[in-house]
């Protein structure tokens, strides 16, 4: 069964200080991976996916993923972090005969 | 404009009482998807639908209903045996519902507030 994870809860990063994101997944072939962002009291807004390709992934926002398979990681990025940052972001794995699977999500604080 | 819309975005229930909560989409999309949301659990699937008159129970089907009559829409009835439905609501919808394909990216919807009396 496909399953993610992403270990940390919650991250505090100051603003213009670069971030990442991290998300693990397990699945048995190569995934379809995304990345979703959700602002309080909002629904998800898709960020960026992969399906094949080119590793490193670019998205909306400024933000970028890279699927490492060796390390089956799909980590999320941001060279310079705004306030307007700070929201939920959740990462999710499809690709099989199951439906897509989301991670718990991890919140990111932003500091002056 | 296309999208997926929502309603009502806040939604109060009585004790033995049936809610129903509306979702609509006009990006002519064949599958459709609804989700409860509590916090320290991301999303976890309730029912799925990849074509009219179809749809698939998910991992936590009981307590609720689905219809899907119409294309653009997929009604959640969040019904009286459900005894924890405080939560927040998602609907979302994808090219297509098949396992395994990129057509079935996910977009979502603003989300329906549910609390109970």
């Known amino acids: 069964a496909q399953s993610v994870t992403q270990p940390d809860i919650h991250i505090t990063v100051s603003e213009g200080a670069s971030l990442e994101l991290r998300c693990n997944y397990s699945y048995g072939a190569t995934p379809y991976l995304f990345w979703y962002v959700q602002s309080p009291g909002q629904g998800l807004q898709l960020l960026l996916k992969?399906?094949?390709?080119?590793?490193l992934v670019q998205g909306i926002k400024g933000f970028e993923a890279e699927f490492k398979r060796s390390q089956s990681s799909f980590n999320l990025r941001k060279p310079s972090v705004h306030w307007s940052d700070a929201a939920e972001y959740f990462c999710?794995?499809?690709?099989?005969?199951?439906?897509?699977?989301f991670g718990i999500g991890t919140k990111l604080q932003v500091i002056p | 404009d296309g999208g997926i819309t929502q309603s009502p975005k806040y939604l109060f229930r009585k004790e033995g009482q049936n809610v129903t909560l509306s979702c609509e989409q006009n990006l002519n999309h064949d599958a459709m998807y609804w989700y409860r949301q509590d916090p320290g659990q991301g999303l976890r699937l309730i029912y799925y639908s990849q074509i009219v008159n179809d749809f698939q129970k998910g991992d936590i089907a009981e307590g609720y209903s689905v219809s899907r009559e119409k294309k653009e829409s997929f009604p959640l009835t969040v019904t009286s045996a459900q005894k924890n439905p405080t939560a927040f609501y998602l609907c979302?919808?994808?090219?297509?519902?098949?396992?395994?394909?990129?057509?079935?990216?996910?977009?979502f919807g603003p989300g329906t507030r549910l609390l109970v009396l």
């Open positions: 999710a794995v499809g690709g099989g005969y199951q439906k897509v699977t």
């Open positions: 992969y399906f094949s390709g080119d590793t």
């Open positions: 979302a919808s994808s090219i297509d519902g098949r396992p395994g394909s990129p057509q079935e990216t996910q977009y």
